[in-house]
């Protein structure tokens, strides 16, 4: 069960925008009764549309040459060790297509902008594969086609329920500025600041919510939660900073405020006397 302490969230447009880029991605072809969803180690929302990488000699891209209903399934992971990771899923469908040749260098430079993915190096175009290659067991030795798909409708779930989210609201989003940093940003401080966590913890939280160790769960520019382990099942408790923040010098003051710290900017240099 989540409870934050202020409404003042990402969107759902934000999270699923946010997904894209540190989730994991699987596609199907919607409405098959065969359908077997496919990873996508690629999953960029580009210029209007979703583009996914799969492999080239998958059903999925193949269907997908003669456009084709499909369903994009995002996860949004924790990245710590926690009894139930999985923060958020997020469903976009809508029509899947091939990627243009033409079009595949340009945008694999705006998605390794981004994100350098390896598998952007093993991108082709689907006619320059031989038929006698086939799907290996290592990731080096599957070539990847780019896929196109033009969102339809999208939906975003988590445990407080789920939301449709409008399509155009979902291409003018924008990520949250720490979806990149977020993992490590949420280890250091499990690893290196489990004290800040627990004073954190016993500062804002009410006693009934300490029934458990707090761990960080999740941290945006608007806030950070914390996941406390209960004998009687898991709690997500939301901690709003002051204002938002928008890089990492700014998400640690906002910390060090929720924790009462008075020195926000660090340690002042005492002025000597006249």
Known sequence: MATATAA???????RIRSACIRGQALVAIADAADATPVHAPVCHLVD????????????VAQAAA?????MIELTDHAPLRLRERVRALAWIRGVLRPVPDREISV??????????????????????????????ANDSDIDYALLRLTPESAVLADATGAESVDVHELLAARPDPFCAIEAHWLQHLDSAHSDMV???????????????????????????????????????????????????LSLNRAVRALL???????????????
């Open 8 to 14: 003042t969230v990402p969107t759902s447009a934000e």
């Open 107 to 136: 945008l694999l430079d705006q998605i390794a902008a981004v994100d350098p993915n390896p598998a952007l190096l093993q991108v082709v175009s689907p006619r320059s594969v031989s038929c006698s290659r086939h799907v290996g």
């Open 198 to 248: 627990a004073r954190l913890a016993a500062a804002k939280l009410p006693p009934q919510l300490r029934r458990g160790p707090a761990r960080p769960l999740a941290v945006d520019r608007y806030g950070m939660w914390l996941r406390v382990e209960a004998p009687e099942g898991d709690r997500d408790v939301r901690l709003s900073f002051p204002r938002p923040v928008e890089d990492v």
């Open 260 to 274: 009462g710290c008075p020195f926000l900017n660090g340690l002042q240099a005492r002025r000597q006397a006249q």
């Open 48 to 59: 209007g549309s979703v583009v996914v990488a799969v492999p080239v000699e998958n059903p």
């Open 66 to 70: 003669d456009s084709v209903q499909a």
